[in-house]
């Protein structure tokens, strides 16, 4: 009766979008959160509701964030969203975000003390220890530097992106 939300996912843009009506009028219930939508999209569309790990957004093709009705609703990626947004001109950057909520002189201060943090987020020294050093060093010996493709085949090897990998290279192998 109920389709899957990863088969469902599987269909085309186009494909997923073909139940909207955006003539119809909007419908804002208010005072009712995302879930509430949720539920009424997997209910009107016949799917399973998504959870987090399925990385599935609710978008409104409407372009208004309050509308609940399920014709302007579909499931949709978080770039997908982030284009509809666009689109509609609802998008707001994350510093936006914090401005709008705080105001400026406190997401300055956010914004200061996250930055002062760096790489120390997450509890990490950002630096490499000698011994690390040697043995992604060790792990690369084999690759000529100066060859074309370089970099991608470190980074694959060792597990980091092409800008470490491009760096790393340069402050270590001489």
């Given at each position: 009766?109920?389709?899957?939300?990863?088969?469902?996912?599987?269909?085309?843009?186009?494909?997923?979008?073909?139940?909207?009506?955006?003539?119809?009028?909007?419908?804002e219930?208010g005072?009712?959160?995302?879930t509430?939508y949720?539920?009424?999209?997997?209910?009107?569309?016949?799917?399973?509701?998504p959870?987090r790990?399925?990385?599935?957004?609710?978008?409104?093709?409407?372009?208004?964030?309050?509308?609940?009705?399920?014709?302007?609703?579909?499931?949709?990626?978080f770039?997908?969203?982030?284009?509809?947004?666009?689109?509609?001109?609802?998008?707001k950057?994350?510093?936006?975000?914090i401005?709008?909520?705080?105001?400026?002189?406190?997401a300055?201060?956010?914004?200061?003390?996250?930055s002062?943090?760096?790489?120390?987020?997450?509890?990490?020294?950002?630096?490499?220890?000698?011994?690390e050093?040697?043995?992604?060093?060790?792990?690369?010996?084999?690759?000529?530097?100066n060859s074309?493709?370089?970099?991608?085949?470190?980074?694959?090897?060792?597990?980091i992106?092409?800008?470490?990998?491009?760096?790393?290279?340069?402050?270590?192998?001489?």
């Amino acid at each position: 009766m109920f389709e899957n939300i990863e088969n469902y996912m599987k269909k085309s843009f186009n494909q997923r979008q073909l139940h909207l009506k955006l003539k119809n009028p909007c419908i804002e219930i208010g005072g009712l959160n995302s879930t509430y939508y949720t539920g009424l999209l997997a209910y009107y569309l016949k799917t399973t509701i998504p959870t987090r790990i399925h990385n599935i957004c609710l978008c409104h093709a409407c372009g208004n964030r309050f509308c609940s009705n399920p014709e302007h609703l579909y499931w949709g990626t978080f770039s997908e969203n982030i284009e509809d947004e666009k689109r509609h001109g609802t998008f707001k950057t994350g510093r936006q975000k914090i401005i709008e909520k705080y105001g400026i002189e406190k997401a300055n201060e956010i914004h200061r003390r996250i930055s002062s943090e760096g790489g120390k987020k997450g509890g990490g020294s950002n630096k490499l220890s000698k011994s690390e050093i040697q043995e992604r060093l060790q792990k690369i010996s084999d690759i000529d530097t100066n060859s074309y493709g370089c970099i991608k085949k470190i980074s694959i090897r060792l597990n980091i992106s092409h800008t470490q990998a491009r760096r790393f290279i340069e402050k270590y192998k001489k």
